[in-house]
């Protein structure tokens, strides 16, 4: 059957428009670049935590005086986490040090709240297709581990 | 201008180079691959539908499916595809698809592309998450993979023999809306689709598709373990087509109803198994599907660096 070329409009514009994106999000990977070229004391900023509804704050951990927690969260982040925030928390490239006070000193529940919504337009995932009980485990083994000064992060629009 | 005509020399040193700089470029993504570290994600059991979870930024999913199919009045048949599967962004996946099928006591065949875009538009987890999802294919009416059952698709569409039904291409656009939901472990989702084929005179056609799923235990334990109750998520999904514009409902449309298990590997291996049931006689009495994918984390980047990106 042959194609009439008045109906393949559509998947043009579509090819169009995601040529488009991608060309928007060169440019702002471009202007990030430009951006990053000032100096600059840490990279990341911990702005989102800041941003947790306060009844989301204050819940507590359900796993706090589970032993096994720390050992299973650990799993959980080896596994989930530690391809973008470093085997140790320490960060990496894709994603922030878990180590600094900021995280450190948050509640349990700011750290399940980040953990469930993701920080999307800045490249974290949404992780609540883990269960809710394995993202406090995650939670409880972040908390055991060594905090580390902050680097005076800036702040990021 | 004076155009100087290509001896056969020329021409075979310019087919060497093309072929050289293609063999290149794959060599250099199947490096990418290797180079990139397996990641283990938390893989659903679907193979129709689709919850709203992307793929993890700068990660690349490599997925095999199968579908062995029975089929009243032709052959039986096992279908088969390929997913490239790319996380651009955490709002945005794209993805890549090749199908193709063999017919017993008939032939084997690739039956065409597909390439989808799935878009998240909320920043957060929000009561119902909507992901939008656009993709073109071209295929031909060989195919058989039944990704998606929309419009009128019924049994029948695929008694022919190969030789009559890869004479018949389509280029469609689909458009998907992805609604899901995860709650107390439970993940829902419910994708109602629309589907144009872009030859002429084809009507819109509409298709749905839903499941539920969930970990056989919520809470991970403390050793690594291939068994652990954790790692397998079971559910079911169901799917079919609800009619066209011009005719839009359910007589003439085919609907399935099939069990799902995922088995979740801490390797990064995630391996599928879902037996779908027609649920009326229009639909294949059975669709026998399996699925074994990988993730690797890091490819974005890998490709970057090959690409002349700075470390």
Redesign the interface.
Known sequence: ?K??IA??R??ML??LA?AA?IAL?FSFALAQKVNSDAPKKDKWDYAALAKVPEKARAKHNPFENDP?AP???G??FE??CA??HGKNAEGG??GPSLLREQVQQATPGTLVWIL???V???????W???????RW?LVRYLQTLQSTPTLHPEVRH | MMVEKATPQVKESRRVRRRARGGLIVCSFLLAALSALPARAQESPYIVTYDHYLEEPGNLEVEYFSTIGTQRGGNNFHAFWTEFEYGAKAWWTTEFYLDGQTTFHDSTLLTGFRWENRFRPLKQEHFINPVIYVEYEQISEADKIIKEVEGHDVESDHADPNSALRREHNHELEFKLLLSKSFKGWNVAVNPLATKNLSPNNPWEFGYAIGASRPLALKASPNRCNLCRENFIAGFEMYGGLGDAASFGLHDTSHYLAPALAWNFPSGWTLRLSPGFGLNDNSHRLLLRWGVSREFSGFGEMVGHLFGGRR
């Open positions: 059957m194609t009439n109906l393949l559509p998947a579509l090819a995601i994106l999000d096994d050992a299973a969260g799993k959980l596994q989930h391809e973008c490239k894709k469930t919504n993701g999307v337009r800045r490249g974290m995932p949404v609540s297709k883990l269960p809710e009980p394995e485990q």
